[in-house]
């Protein structure tokens, strides 16, 4: 295989070696230069590409739901107009659901969807009690809340440099620049026994959480849309409908893909953190916070960053009810922890 220029009809093979320069005919000339290029690999309905220099490329990670076919995963993804540390940090922050997506996870409870089934007991408990450990990959953070008398930890992964296994154990999440305004936003879910990646389960699942197509395009967040005057922002009232919020809706937005992306996007396209002032229901962000900018301090130094490198598997996401006095971190096994920032200079 072997891509051609269209402006002077060089041709390069995969490697970058120079195969033809239609326009220099001296034949020694194109065994003097080659085209950069990058390694690529599909894994997961996913194409990941290494950008970084050549011979230090990281570990590929491996997660779960690379072992599962096409027809036991579903891929989605949608463009947020904003900076995608905003979108992390929604990511790593429980207490939202309880209030954002308060009117959406009201539906769970006529859903037989397992992922409302997982999400439901959410609508209770706006307060969880937050605790987090730096890891090898990054951190684990737990959300424990009190409901029914039962004591439910749902614990979420964040690895370096962007990926989030959520709590619900079966939904894995990556935060991708576009710009520093703009991410893609990749979500993929498995499940071992179920095709759900098949009709009608891909669909139900998809309009469920607001990532179906027509949904996706009613709020500017596909390739196409995200420029468009659909796309949300203050001129259209971040596609809020008052007339559903009238009649009890609580934000007036189609489901949780839009809740999200409407907070992420309104507090600034690049938040302003001059006046940011976390309380305790943030310690996860300011885990993320700080290990994104021991990340960033690595890179400016030239000092390699230990996470990239972090063994495979440690980094779960999971949910569960714990008795009282049990440690949380019983539902992780593999759970390291490092000491803090130090330990990632
Ligand atoms: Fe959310």
């Given at each position: 295989?072997?891509?051609?220029?269209?402006?002077?009809?060089?041709?390069?093979?995969?490697?970058?070696?120079?195969?033809?320069?239609?326009?220099?005919?001296?034949?020694?000339?194109?065994?003097?230069?080659?085209?950069?290029?990058?390694?690529?690999?599909?894994?997961?309905?996913?194409?990941?590409?290494?950008?970084?220099?050549?011979?230090?490329?990281?570990?590929?990670?491996?997660?779960?739901?690379?072992?599962?076919?096409?027809?036991?995963?579903?891929?989605?993804?949608?463009?947020?107009n904003c900076n995608f540390?905003?979108?992390?940090?929604?990511?790593?922050?429980?207490?939202?659901?309880?209030?954002?997506?308060?009117?959406?996870?009201?539906?769970?409870?006529?859903?037989?969807?397992?992922?409302?089934?997982?999400?439901?007991?959410?609508?209770?408990?706006?307060?969880?009690?937050?605790?987090?450990?730096?890891?090898?990959?990054?951190?684990?953070?737990?959300?424990?809340?009190?409901?029914?008398?039962?004591?439910i930890a749902r614990v979420?992964?964040?690895?370096?440099?962007?990926?989030?296994?959520?709590?619900?154990?079966?939904?894995?999440?990556?935060?991708?620049?576009?710009?520093?305004?703009?991410?893609?936003?990749?979500?993929?879910?498995?499940?071992?026994?179920?095709?759900?990646?098949?009709?009608?389960?891909?669909?139900?699942?998809?309009?469920?959480?607001?990532?179906?197509?027509?949904?996706?395009?009613?709020?500017?967040?596909?390739?196409?849309?995200?420029?468009?005057?659909?796309?949300?922002?203050?001129?259209?009232?971040?596609?809020?409908?008052?007339?559903?919020?009238?009649?009890?809706?609580?934000?007036?937005?189609?489901?949780?893909?839009?809740?999200?992306?409407?907070?992420?996007?309104?507090?600034?396209?690049?938040?302003?953190?001059?006046?940011?002032?976390?309380?305790?229901?943030?310690?996860?962000?300011?885990?993320?916070?700080?290990?994104?900018?021991?990340?960033?301090?690595?890179?400016?130094?030239?000092?390699?960053?230990?996470?990239?490198?972090?063994?495979?598997?440690?980094?779960?996401?999971?949910?569960?009810e714990i008795a009282v006095?049990?440690?949380?971190?019983?539902?992780?096994?593999?759970?390291?922890?490092?000491?803090?920032?130090?330990?990632?200079?």
């Amino acid at each position: 295989m072997a891509c051609c220029c269209i402006y002077h009809g060089w041709k390069f093979a995969v490697d970058g070696t120079v195969l033809d320069t239609p326009n220099v005919t001296d034949p020694r000339f194109k065994e003097r230069i080659k085209g950069r290029t990058y390694p690529v690999r599909e894994a997961g309905g996913l194409l990941w590409a290494y950008l970084g220099p050549q011979g230090e490329e990281p570990p590929f990670p491996h997660w779960g739901f690379m072992d599962q076919p096409d027809a036991h995963r579903i891929n989605a993804s949608a463009i947020v107009n904003c900076n995608f540390v905003q979108v992390m940090e929604g990511l790593v922050d429980s207490s939202h659901l309880t209030v954002l997506h308060g009117s959406a996870l009201a539906r769970t409870n006529d859903s037989d969807l397992d992922y409302a089934k997982k999400t439901s007991h959410m609508q209770f408990d706006a307060s969880p009690k937050i605790e987090a450990d730096e890891t090898d990959f990054g951190f684990h953070y737990v959300a424990i809340r009190e409901t029914d008398g039962k004591r439910i930890a749902r614990v979420t992964a964040f690895a370096t440099p962007c990926f989030i296994a959520n709590a619900n154990g079966d939904v894995w999440l990556a935060i991708v620049p576009v710009n520093d305004e703009r991410c893609n936003f990749y979500h993929v879910w498995w499940d071992a026994e179920k095709p759900i990646g098949e009709e009608p389960l891909r669909s139900a699942q998809l309009t469920f959480v607001g990532l179906d197509e027509p949904t996706l395009r009613k709020y500017g967040m596909t390739a196409d849309t995200c420029d468009s005057p659909a796309a949300m922002s203050v001129a259209n009232g971040f596609g809020q409908d008052r007339a559903k919020q009238r009649d009890g809706h609580f934000t007036g937005l189609d489901s949780i893909t839009q809740e999200d992306a409407a907070c992420s996007i309104s507090s600034g396209t690049i938040r302003d953190r001059s006046q940011e002032m976390l309380s305790t229901a943030d310690l996860a962000i300011s885990r993320l916070q700080r290990t994104l900018l021991a990340c960033a301090r690595a890179e400016r130094d030239q000092k390699e960053i230990p996470a990239l490198r972090a063994e495979g598997g440690r980094a779960v996401g999971v949910s569960a009810e714990i008795a009282v006095d049990e440690d949380w971190r019983r539902l992780v096994p593999h759970h390291q922890i490092v000491s803090s920032t130090g330990a990632r200079a």
